[in-house]
């Protein structure tokens, strides 16, 4: 019997194990109502195109976790998506001549996660899950699109050896932003994802391994592995500086259509002092000219600006050299807290250093309540010297969570 097929009769298996667990649960075992809805305008012009998109959709999460009983808790969470105004491509509707705005009506199981905890330091689910490592950028949720990203999945950490923290995790299916009435709704997978990451007084050091066979994209599939190196050194009444360094080497796996060979490298300096802050950085992403370094499980979103321009990465490869500036307010003019930040990305191809334009991208922020907070976010994406078309994109949500 293959992986593929173990892992999946091991998620088939999840419900039995919740509804035995739940039967003979303590009744005095407290839970929890799980509540999330976030209501979000989106405005994009996009040359070449004959209509400017708006988008205003509302997204509700319900769901239920149960206190601890004997070790194990119980997850489960539906997800609904609904158009108030639909005059833009949501990737389904049939309406091409409207940029994209990724958030299809969907009405979805979100999250079935049975979880243990009866180990010492150390933490087992099993489930559709929220799978986030490290900083997303190999295997993310994609917070940011109404839809988000779930895996059906198997997740171990642990923290028992000192000063290490492991996670292993089995990748049956992920459940994608474009819903399930998309052709690239799902991905059948059959991927492991390691990391080991190890403190030490220079910071935190992650080798990590991402294997990823993808059943029905075979394009998708690779082998990934990478060293992380990031950590910050800090006086009392002095500025914080930060730094991350990290590189990763990308080939053909699992039924992968054509041999590659492809890297990535990404270096961060960054300084914070009394709610300023500021950083420079590259992230350069290698291409043989037939495809560049990949990875398809990620927060795209949250990297190479949030235009969204390169969610795939081009033949060439991308380099992009970027610099980012925020202000955390200390006596917020709304709300108990308010966050501005602004970035600016310089695009080139790795082969040939050829233009791919550039973007300005500014967000603030601000929690209004313990369970309120709102956001207003723009993205200026200039083609520059590229045949890429310009494009701008406008957001402002108000969410509720609990």
């Known amino acids: 019997m293959s992986m593929s ?4 009769a091991a998620l088939s298996g999840a419900a039995g194990l919740i509804v035995g667990v739940c039967a003979v649960a303590p009744a005095h075992a407290e839970g929890q109502v799980l509540v999330n809805a976030r209501l979000r305008t989106e405005l994009v012009d996009q040359a070449g195109l004959a209509s400017d998109a708006t988008a205003i959709t509302l997204r509700t999460r319900l769901g239920y976790q149960t206190g601890d009983l004997s070790g194990f808790t119980f997850l489960i969470e539906g997800e609904h998506v609904l158009h108030l105004v639909d005059d833009f491509n949501d990737t389904i509707n049939g309406l091409p001549g409207y940029p994209v705005v990724a958030d299809p009506e969907a009405a979805e199981l979100n999250r079935l996660q049975l979880t243990f905890t009866g180990f010492e330091d150390t933490r087992l689910t099993l489930g559709r899950q929220r799978i986030i490592l490290g900083d997303a950028r190999y295997v993310g949720n994609v917070g940011f699109r109404q839809n988000e990203q779930t895996f059906d999945a198997f997740v171990a950490s642990t923290t028992a050896i000192e000063n290490l923290n492991l996670t292993y995790a089995y990748l049956d ?6 819903g399930d009435d998309h052709p690239a709704g799902e991905l059948d997978l059959d991927a492991h994802a390691i990391t080991a990451a190890a403190t ?4 935190t050091v992650t080798a990590f391994a991402i294997l990823a066979d993808v059943q029905d994209a075979a394009a998708l599939s690779s082998a990934t592995y990478g060293l992380n190196w990031s950590g910050s050194v800090a006086r009392e009444g002095q500025a914080t500086f930060g730094y991350k360094l990290e590189y990763a080497v990308q080939s053909d796996y699992g039924n992968a ?6 890297n990535m490298f990404r270096a961060e300096a960054s300084v914070s002092q009394n709610g300023l802050s500021g950083a420079i950085g590259i992230e350069s992403l290698e291409g043989n000219g037939v495809r560049g370094f990949s990875t398809p499980l990620a927060t795209l979103h949250g990297y190479q ?7 795939t990465t081009p033949a060439n490869g991308i380099r992009d050299i970027y610099g980012r500036a925020g202000y955390a307010f200390p006596n917020p003019p709304l709300g108990s807290a308010m966050r501005a930040t602004v970035v600016y990305h310089d695009f080139e191809t790795e082969n040939g250093s050829l233009d791919l334009g550039s973007e300005f991208d500014a967000v603030l922020s601000s929690q209004l309540s ?3 907070g709102l956001e207003f976010k723009a993205a200026f994406y200039d083609g520059g010297d590229s045949a890429i078309a310009d494009r701008t994109k406008l957001w402002f949500s108000i969410t509720y969570s609990r």
């Open 370 to 372: 313990e369970h309120v």
């Open 200 to 203: 030490a007084p220079l910071g």
């Open 173 to 178: 299916r992920a459940h994608r932003v474009f």
């Open 305 to 311: 600006g949030w235009a969204d321009v390169f969610l």
């Open 257 to 262: 259509p054509a041999s590659f060979d492809l």
């Open 5 to 8: 097929k173990i892992g999946r």
